[in-house]
């Protein structure tokens, strides 16, 4: 019994993904479970995960004539081709498709193989940021289309849920939260290692795509003129800003940019960090309803958060106590909150997070995604 997920990416940052088979592995019946992504340079074609998991990637390649945007789409179906002629033959017993890209190719599996369906989408994709005109339109036809024909859905929280049974009906999706593994929070200097900080400065620390609707560049307004300069911005991760931000660091001490690190490193960076950033703009219904997995990451490393006011992220920082809500989308006011920021309250904060921490773990989700394999019939180990 073969269980395959779908994801037309690398997979060498996708942690959630990692997480989700190694959960699936632990409390199934499948004798191999295989992460399908695509080819990247300098990466094998296959690759042993463990003994129950493997990596297997496919190449996207079309011509290098094609106008950009007709050769992602073209990529993708390549891509899509090359996958279903392998596993078309294949004991394939589950599909799990990770995006709306995959749906299409989950179906026609479904259909060729007689497996099961998950379709696990990591956010709301047919509204989200950026996605407008024709693409927005063929997303919204190829989701209705097939979004029934999943056996179960997986989403990671709970407004995109009930904007999925509001939109569509049936059964309410099931919510896993994309939460890191539990761990007691324990401080590093990693971070003031790497960049060069002295011990005393407070370290504001935006981990994650440093892309567009995610407050990146309201940052780097709000830290350039900050009048502070024991109060350090820093940036970890990879994306399109990246030139920008570098440029701002170029000519601010305060703030710095540190390349993206695998992600079974990046509890050690998040734990030197003081205060975490997690402000989305809200753009569209995708980043309105998020529960990204940066927030979870900074709870876990005991650290509090500044986030936007958004309901679903604004709801659960004010609920625990664990950080301050930005209440106006402007630079000027996100400089006011770091500006009244201290110690006092700084530590105040770390200690309703370390209170609360227990909550948002991986470990909890586990059952979760049980019940879900419960429900289509591939449960094998008893529970806990």
Known sequence: ???????????????????????????????????????????????????????????????????????????????SWRVFRCFSTKPVSCINCH?????????????????????????????????????????????????????EVIVVGDGIADWYQR???????????????????????????????????????????????RGVEMMLEAFADLGDPGKVLVFLGMGPLEGRISEVAARTPCVHLHPAVRPHELAEYTASADVGLCLIEDTCLSYRYCMPNKLFEYFAAGIPTVVSNLPEIAGVVSRIGSGWVVVEWSAGALRS???????????????????AGAEFTWENQVPVLRQVYARLGFLTAPSP
């Open 1 to 79: 019994m073969l269980n395959i997920h779908l994801y037309p990416s690398p997979l060498t940052h996708e942690s959630r993904i990692l997480k989700e088979s190694q959960a699936i592995a632990s409390f199934s019946d499948f004798s191999c479970i295989v992460l399908v992504g695509a080819a990247g340079r300098g990466l094998t074609d296959a690759e042993m995960l463990d003994e129950g998991r493997t990596t297997m990637r496919f190449s996207r390649d079309v011509p290098a004539w094609l106008p950009a945007t007709i050769g992602k789409v073209l990529g993708v179906a390549a891509w």
């Open 99 to 151: 995006s709306l890209s995959t749906l299409p190719l989950g179906v026609a599996l479904k259909f060729r193989t007689g497996a099961k369906l998950v379709y696990d989408p990591h956010e709301l994709e047919t509204e989200s940021n950026g996605l407008g005109g024709f693409r927005r339109t063929i997303a919204k036809v190829v989701e209705r289309a097939f979004y029934s024909l999943a056996d």
């Open 167 to 213: 939109t569509y009906g049936g059964r309410r999706p099931t919510v896993v939260l994309n939460c890191p593994l539990s761990r007691k929070p324990e401080r590093t200097s990693v971070l003031r290692r790497a960049l060069g900080l002295p011990p005393d400065a407070t370290i504001y620390l935006y981990q994650g795509i440093l892309g567009k609707g």
């Open 337 to 355: 909150v770091v500006e009244s920021i201290d110690a006092a309250q700084i530590l105040a904060r770390r200690v309703a997070v370390e209170n």
